[in-house]
T-cell receptor, first 114, second 116 residues
Framework: AQSVTQLGSHVSVSEGALVLLRCNYSSSVPPYLFWYVQYPNQGLQLLLKYTTGATLVKGINGFEAEFKKSETSFHLTKPSAHMSDAAEYFCAVKEQGGSEKLVFGKGTKLTVNP | NAGVMQNPRHLVRRRGQEARLRCSPMKGHSHVYWYRQLPEEGLKFMVYLQKENIIDESGMPKERFSAEFPKEGPSILRIQQVVRGDSAAYFC??????????????FGAGSRLTVL
């Protein structure tokens, strides 16, 4: 069965600092991996996805993530945090060829301090 | 192209009443998914539907919950005899086809159910 673990339910950074949000997954077959962002009282917006091919994936708003199969990780990074990045971030996994359901982590709430 | 439209955005029900949540997928999308988000939790899959068919309802509670996606009109998530534990945000997502490298889920803004 698939599962996602997001280390750190709350992460706080200063504006301009590096953002690192951790995601580890478990999947018995090659996965599709996703990062979504949720702003207060809004739905989820796709930041980026890994399907196949290049393991370093670039997304919107300057975010990127690297798929590391050996570490079963898909950590999200951004070199320089902006106040507008404050939101909740969810990592999700889907098995290629498996059922249609995405399995989500519990989320990491990012706070950006001025 | 309006995104995934959910209504109502907020719904208050008393215990024992029925809640109906509606979802209109993006234009051209025939696959609909419902997820539930409890406080301090990630999203949990509930059900996956295509037009007139329930494909996967493995995440639906066995009782009181039902979903449909008729040939015409929005998808409906129905919760009968609501209890306080049903209070949550319910998100609908749609895609043009099965989730793959090319197709991803587009989420609506959610319907927040509060049971008094």
């Amino acid at each position: 069965a698939q599962s996602v673990t997001q280390l750190g339910s709350h992460v706080s950074v200063s504006e301009g600092a590096l953002v690192l949000l951790r995601c580890n997954y478990s999947s018995s077959v090659p996965p599709y991996l996703f990062w979504y962002v949720q702003y207060p009282n809004q739905g989820l917006q796709l930041l980026l996805k890994y399907t196949t091919g290049a393991t370093l994936v670039k997304g919107i708003n300057g975010f990127e993530a690297e798929f590391k199969k050996s570490e079963t990780s898909f950590h999200l990074t951004k070199p320089s945090a902006h106040m507008s990045d404050a939101a909740e971030y969810f990592c999700a996994v889907k098995e290629q060829g498996g059922s249609e359901k995405l399995v989500f982590g519990k989320g990491t709430k990012l706070t950006v301090n001025p | 192209n309006a995104g995934v439209m959910q209504n109502p955005r907020h719904l208050v029900r008393r215990r024992g009443q029925e809640a109906r949540l509606r979802c209109s997928p993006m234009k051209g999308h025939s696959h609909v998914y419902w997820y539930r988000q409890l406080p301090e939790e990630g999203l949990k899959f509930m059900v996956y539907l295509q037009k007139e068919n329930i494909i996967d309802e493995s995440g639906m509670p066995k009782e009181r919950f039902s979903a449909e996606f008729p040939k015409e009109g929005p998808s409906i998530l129905r919760i009968q005899q609501v209890v306080r534990g049903d209070s949550a945000a319910y998100f609908c997502a749609s895609s043009p086809d099965r989730v793959s490298g090319a197709n991803v889920l587009t989420f609506g803004a959610g319907s927040r159910l509060t049971v008094l």
